[in-house]
């Protein structure tokens, strides 16, 4: 690849931002497409827990844990991005698997507490029924996604970067086995490499050139609260929902919606969150919803991420995921890195597009 590629990102959310930056303060000519306002769908959709938590082997945990370290380096390199790191406080698993949960990654380092009753009534006073037994992580935080992710697209441009709106993206151009180009609405761009960042769109897009990738959308239900009066310090995640605070005090809550999928409204679905969260929190105000929203989280078939060049493909990469919140930072670094110089993190080996992807390169 030249001394100062010209790398085409497609999809401005998280994802896309954070290879951008880095790629641009490594050195590369940048161009990011988004198909409508930057800040993408997912992104703009997601509860945005930072963590390395449960469910998951430890290679992918070790993945997430540099990543969480990653957003502490965001912090510090990137104007206007912060983090709230309150601490998460989890008891959505039955009482034998939260156990087993906490054995496994205390043994892997994580800094994971158990507690009480007692404990959690300290750690959150409002809640009105505390659980006789959760978890407790310090390390855990939250991120306004959509700030953070105009931030580092806001430094990338400052750095260079053209960031482009409001063109999606219809087709990638394959020539004798290399894309070269995209084409939009508005004409042909050319690139000496084209990284496709753009979630539940990546195996559509990509699949303009012959790769069959297996990524899916799965839906969760967010539910936005009016500002409230401060009753949470940290984040919750129970049996009903997840549940944070945002600094101006609006109460934010998510759901999985995997096996009853609302569709695209879900405001009967909305309607028993908000019900729920009243009966959690202890309030002397009312707790009036705001606005809802269901999402559609890129997923892929084996529910981990899809980072790297694509075999049989030259020019084409592929970084989608969930989660893109936790693992943005790093992603974006590893991806940089490794286009612009041709190395790969240890951290990604098991995450090659080959596993999921079959190419039959389109002529």
Not at 40 to 49: D, E, I, K, P, V
Not at 144 to 168: F, K, M
Not at 309 to 331: C, E, F, K, N, R
């Given at each position: 690849?030249?001394?100062?590629?010209?790398?085409?990102?497609?999809?401005?959310?998280?994802?896309?931002?954070?290879?951008?930056?880095?790629?641009?303060?490594?050195?590369?000519?940048?161009?990011?497409?988004?198909?409508?306002?930057?800040?993408?769908?997912?992104?703009?959709?997601?509860?945005?827990?930072?963590?390395?938590?449960?469910?998951?082997?430890?290679?992918?945990?070790?993945?997430?844990?540099?990543?969480?370290?990653?957003?502490?380096?965001?912090?510090?390199?990137?104007?206007?991005?912060?983090?709230?790191?309150?601490?998460?406080?989890?008891?959505?698993?039955?009482?034998?698997?939260?156990?087993?949960?906490?054995?496994?990654?205390?043994?892997?380092?994580?800094?994971?507490?158990?507690?009480?009753?007692?404990?959690?009534?300290?750690?959150?006073?409002?809640?009105?029924?505390?659980?006789?037994?959760?978890?407790?992580?310090?390390?855990?935080?939250?991120?306004?996604?959509?700030?953070?992710?105009?931030?580092?697209?806001?430094?990338?441009?400052?750095?260079?970067?053209?960031?482009?709106?409001?063109?999606?993206?219809?087709?990638?151009?394959?020539?004798?086995?290399?894309?070269?180009?995209?084409?939009?609405?508005?004409?042909?761009?050319?690139?000496?490499?084209?990284?496709?960042?753009?979630?539940t769109g990546t195996a559509k897009l990509v699949?303009?050139?012959?790769?069959t990738l297996a990524v899916s959308a799965s839906?969760?239900?967010?539910?936005?609260?009016?500002?409230?009066?401060?009753?949470?310090?940290?984040?919750?995640?129970?049996?009903?929902?997840?549940?944070?605070?945002?600094?101006?005090?609006?109460?934010?809550?998510?759901?999985?919606?995997?096996?009853?999928?609302?569709?695209?409204?879900?405001?009967?679905?909305?309607?028993?969150?908000?019900?729920?969260?009243?009966?959690?929190?202890?309030?002397?105000?009312?707790?009036?919803?705001?606005?809802?929203?269901?999402?559609?989280?890129?997923?892929?078939?084996?529910?981990?991420?899809?980072?790297?060049?694509?075999?049989?493909?030259?020019?084409?990469?592929?970084?989608?995921?969930?989660?893109?919140?936790?693992?943005?930072?790093?992603?974006?670094?590893?991806?940089?890195?490794?286009?612009?110089?041709?190395?790969?993190?240890?951290?990604?080996?098991?995450?090659?597009?080959?596993?999921?992807?079959?190419?039959?390169?389109?002529?």
């Amino acid at each position: 690849m030249a001394v100062h590629p010209h790398v085409l990102i497609v999809g401005a959310g998280i994802i896309g931002a954070s290879i951008a930056w880095h790629l641009v303060r490594g050195g590369a000519r940048v161009t990011v497409l988004d198909a409508a306002t930057p800040g993408g769908l997912a992104t703009r959709n997601s509860w945005a827990w930072i963590n390395a938590s449960w469910g998951n082997p430890e290679p992918y945990y070790r993945l997430r844990i540099r990543a969480m370290q990653d957003w502490h380096r965001l912090e510090q390199d990137v104007p206007g991005l912060r983090v709230t790191w309150a601490g998460g406080l989890l008891w959505e698993l039955p009482p034998d698997q939260l156990e087993a949960f906490a054995v496994e990654h205390a043994a892997w380092g994580y800094g994971i507490h158990r507690v009480d009753r007692r404990g959690v009534h300290r750690l959150e006073p409002h809640l009105a029924a505390p659980p006789e037994f959760a978890v407790h992580v310090p390390a855990e935080g939250s991120v306004e996604l959509l700030e953070a992710t105009l931030a580092l697209l806001s430094a990338a441009q400052g750095l260079g970067a053209t960031v482009i709106a409001d063109t999606p993206v219809r087709r990638l151009n394959l020539s004798a086995g290399r894309v070269t180009a995209v084409e939009t609405d508005a004409g042909r761009l050319a690139a000496d490499a084209v990284v496709v960042a753009c979630g539940t769109g990546t195996a559509k897009l990509v699949a303009t050139v012959g790769l069959t990738l297996a990524v899916s959308a799965s839906p969760a239900l967010l539910v936005v609260t009016q500002p409230h009066a401060r009753c949470l310090n940290g984040l919750v995640m129970s049996p009903e929902m997840q549940l944070r605070q945002t600094a101006e005090g609006r109460l934010v809550a998510a759901v999985g919606l995997a096996d009853t999928d609302p569709g695209a409204d879900g405001a009967a679905e909305a309607a028993t969150l908000i019900d729920a969260m009243r009966g959690m929190i202890i309030s002397g105000a009312s707790i009036a919803p705001d606005y809802h929203v269901v999402g559609r989280r890129p997923m892929p078939q084996d529910g981990f991420p899809v980072v790297g060049q694509v075999d049989g493909i030259t020019g084409l990469y592929v970084a989608v995921m969930h989660s893109g919140v936790t693992l943005a930072p790093a992603i974006g670094r590893f991806v940089a890195d490794e286009l612009l110089t041709g190395q790969r993190d240890d951290l990604l080996v098991p995450y090659r597009p080959a596993r999921l992807a079959d190419v039959s390169p389109a002529a």
